[in-house]
C-alpha cells in the first residue's frame, strides 16, 4: 500500500453519525442530499467535516445501489455544538422523511491511517468539556479509497466478507456507506464488545479480504477508528435503541429556524 504523507492537520473532537431510511416518497430529497454533498453545512458553528454517502441494497454492502438509505458523518470541534447539530432543523428534516433513522454522538479512542490525505486523533478533554467519556458501547468506522484497476478484485472478497456482519454475535447495528460507487467505500458498525469484534475481524471470510487487500495493495488510501457511543437514539431494523438523557438545549441562534433549500444551479462541479 502506498504510504501518504498527511495533508492537512489531524483531526480532533466529536463524532456524529446519522443513519436513514427514507419513505419512499421522499427517495428525491434524499437523493438531492447526495447531490449537494457537504455544500449546504459549511456555515456549521464548530463543523470541521462532513461526509453525506450513500449505501448498497438494504442499507447493506451490495454493489447494487439502495434509493432509500443514507449515512451523514460529522465531526465537530467541541460536544456542545455536536448536540447543537442533533437539535437542529437539519437533522430533524432527515427524521420527518424517514421510516428509519439512527443518530450518534461518538468520542475517538484510537483511529488509524487516513481520510483524504487528514488523520484522526483520539478525543480530547477539553472537546468533552469537561463531561466524563461514556462507558456505553463502542462503534467502528472503516473506510477505504480503492484503487480503482483492483476494484473488480476487491468487489470479489468484499461480499462474503460483509454478509454476516449485521449478524455476527455482538454486532447491534451495521451499515454499508459510499462516498463515490465502487471506489470509496464505508463501513459503520456497532459493538456490545471488544472480543466479539476482534472475533469476527480474525476469522473466516473477512480475515481473507483482509490478508488480500494487503497482499494485492487494493487501497490508496484507509482509515480504522474505534469510538466510544456517547448518545444514541432511534430505530434501525425494527431495533430500538434507547439515548441517554441529555440536557435540554437552548436553539443556537446561528443555525437557521427551518432547512434551507436547495439550489442545484449554485453548487459547485465538485458536489454534483
Known sequence: MEIQTPLHDPLSGVVVVVLADFLRQH????????????????????????????????GGFSLRPSATHQGLICTFSHLDFALKFLDSPWVEAYRQRSRELWTGVLTVQSA???WDRQAWLPTTAQALQGIAPSTGPFAVLTRASIVPTKAMAFWRYAPAAQAGLGHSSGCLLAMGLGEAPLVRQCTFSLWQDTATMVQYAQQGAHQLASAAAYKHQFFSESMFVRMRVHQMSGVWKGRCFDAPAAPPLHR?????????????HTLEPSHV
Request: net charge neutral; hydrophobic share 40%; charged share 15%.
Open 252 to 264: 443556537d441562534p446561528h443555525y437557521a429556524q427551518s432547512e434551507p433549500a436547495l439550489d442545484l
Open 112 to 114: 488509524r491511517g487516513l
Open 27 to 58: 427517495q428525491g430529497w434524499g437523493w438531492l442530499r447526495l447531490v449537494a454533498g457537504a455544500s449546504p453545512y459549511k456555515d456549521l458553528p464548530g463543523l470541521t467535516m462532513v461526509k453525506v454517502m450513500g449505501s448498497g441494497h438494504g
